[in-house]
């Protein structure tokens, strides 16, 4: 049986996105959690970055990054992640919520 408390922690109830700043989140418990550009691209979990991040490389400025960092676009993935196209065309990380609310826990 699922721990309903457990899914309002992670269920979010608002979505801001702020494309020249970063996303606030509101979860159904209350947290409002805010995430700036940098943290949210430096921290992407597609397979590209994650292999960068293993080899000691930047995620983020690359050679060719356009800066400063904006978000081009930002999009629901199912209930469950936020799929977010910046501005250097990057757009295959799929940020899944539960992660995000773990990550505002600290």
Known sequence: MPDHDQDERFTP????IK?????????ADGLVAEYNLVDIRLACPCATCRSLRDQGAEV???????????????ELHGAWGLNITWNDQHSTGIF???AMRKWADG
């Open 13 to 16: 109830v608002d979505l801001e």
């Open 19 to 27: 494309k020249d700043t970063g996303v606030t989140i509101t979860f």
């Open 60 to 74: 983020w400025p690359r050679p060719s990054s356009p800066i400063p960092l904006r978000i081009d676009d930002a």
């Open 96 to 98: 899944p919520f539960e």
